[in-house]
């Protein structure tokens, strides 16, 4: 992920472009041929569209962008699931993302009078 990252925010190179994914799994000591071969079949295509149709249908996902903010560092649905997590769907104005990070803020006061 930090090579893959470095690609998109430094070199401003796309992480869901073939070349630098290969790029970047050569970097980090996997084998790129075996990767370019993974990505040219469809061992997994049956198993990857299932996974995504039962994560959005499941989520509730209905639009792009998806935020998701969790209360417990490593909680949220795409995590270990624990925790309370608050999602907003689509872009949003600033009072969207106001309502809620005051909803989130409640939560936390609310966790902290148990």
Same mark, same amino acid.
């Given at each position: 992920?930090?090579?893959l990252?470095?690609?998109h925010?430094?070199?401003?190179?796309?992480?869901?472009?073939?070349?630098?994914?290969l790029?970047?799994?050569?970097?980090?000591?996997?084998?790129?041929? +075996?990767?370019e071969?993974?990505?040219?079949?469809?061992?997994?295509?049956?198993?990857?569209?299932?996974?995504?149709?039962? /994560?959005?249908?499941?989520?509730?996902?209905?639009?792009i962008?998806l935020?998701?903010?969790?209360?417990?560092?490593?909680?949220?649905?795409?995590?270990?699931?624990?925790?309370e997590t608050?999602?907003?769907?689509?872009?949003g104005? +600033?009072?969207?993302?106001?309502?809620?990070f005051?909803?989130?803020?409640?939560?936390?006061?609310? /966790?902290?009078?148990r």
């Open positions: 992920m930090d090579a990252g470095k690609c925010f430094q070199s401003k190179t796309s992480a869901s472009d073939r070349s630098t994914l790029k970047c799994a050569s970097e980090v000591g996997l084998n790129s041929n +075996a990767l071969t993974f990505l040219n079949g469809d061992e997994l295509v049956d198993e990857v569209w299932h996974s995504y149709g039962h /994560t959005i249908r499941g989520m509730g996902i209905h639009s962008p935020f998701l903010f969790s209360l417990d560092k490593n909680g949220g649905p795409f995590r270990d699931g624990k925790g608050f999602a907003h769907n689509g872009s104005s +600033a009072e969207n993302f106001l309502d809620v005051e909803r989130a803020w409640a939560a936390t006061k609310q /966790t902290e009078t």
